[in-house]
């Protein structure tokens, strides 16, 4: 890139299913705001504001535009980008592209869904052909559940394996004071719960979030002069594609996935050979358990039909070798438009050692962040706290 670019600031909302104290306008406007004391920054300190969601879910046509008054954005350049799940990474990937260019210095970016205001599922049965692409409808569950069925199947593991993801997520959320489902629960407990679409069940899926979360990047100088703590964006990847090309739901497949590309150019680019061990943490965007299981995979933490190994060994436990997602992941909290940008911030606070009660117990230089989208689209983002390897 022409010049480095660094997270300098973040906030975010509380997660919840109900956040009727608050208007969309307002909601969003409880990031911006933490995004900006986190900063030391005010609004006329921004070059440019990008912001996101999915806009068919809550039936509002032109965020952007509506919410500038809440954003800060009145009279300021931006841009408003929607690319399913993968959205709020998308956001940052720009933001950075924005700085790294030398166009702007600063960029404030937001990521928001307030999914009671609409109807998320009734959006997502109709965003795929009606015969080839069924395993997408019903919130994407018939999709899941072929990948689990298939991932039992070919390498041996249970459904308990998925329910230990599930607890996992469940637990690390209770430790997290922004999270939405902060459920004490055990692998019984998503046993018994309700099933959707075979192995799938209710526990073993994400909720429907409504909440919001703002980042400001910034160039070197910027970072340097006015950041005590700055996380650099160190190199970021793409691989979108369609459900039928480098997807998962035939697990035997020995074709790569989208997010095993993403993240093997992730690691070409920094000369990562080993990367359980070149990072500290991981935050990946799991909508399913048996997702989080793939993503060990396609991440080459653990080879191919192993992912299961590492949640039963307790490798990837907050406490582990292996820590994914100590924030409680995607499975406790889903604000879509904001899921992969908290992904990407919850990670920057891992660096920064101001996770609260969700840090991991260890030094933390470097972290990975993933976002993913339902017709298989990623995006890879490495953060280190430093600019050398």
Known sequence: MKRNVAIVGGGQTHHAARRQDVSQPEMVNEAVLAALKDANMTMDDIDAVLLGNMEFF?????????????????????????????VGATIIAAGAHHVASGLFDRVLCIGFEKQEEGDTNAILSGVAHPLFGRSMAGAAMGFFAMLGSSYMANFGATEEHSAMVAVKARQNARKNEYAHLKLNIKIEDVMNSRMLAYPIRMLDMCPASNGA?????????????????????????????????????????????????????????????????YYDVFEIYE???????????????????????????????????????????????NCIGASAMLRIWEAALQIRGDAGGHQVPRDVHRALATGYGGTCWTVVTSLSDSLED
């Open 58 to 86: 809550e039936g509002q046509h032109m965020t952007d535009c509506w919410l500038a008054d809440s954003t800060g954005a009145f009279g300021k350049p931006g841009l408003k980008i929607t690319t399913g799940g993968t």
């Open 287 to 333: 909508p399913a358990t048996w997702a989080e299981i793939l993503w060990y995979e396609d991440l080459h933490l653990c080879k191919k039909g192993e992912g299961f190994k590492l949640i039963e060994k307790g490798i990837t436990e907050i406490d582990g070798s292996i820590p994914v997602n100590p924030s409680g992941g995607v499975l406790s909290t």
């Open 213 to 277: 979360c703002a980042m400001v990047l910034a160039d070197e100088k910027t970072a340097k002069d006015r950041c005590k703590k700055p996380v650099w964006l160190r190199a970021m990847e793409t691989a979108h594609n369609e459900q039928f090309v480098l997807e998962w739901r035939d697990t035997s497949s020995t074709a790569p996935k989208f997010s095993d590309v993403a993240a093997t150019r992730v690691y070409k680019k920094l000369g990562v050979k080993d990367p359980a061990s």
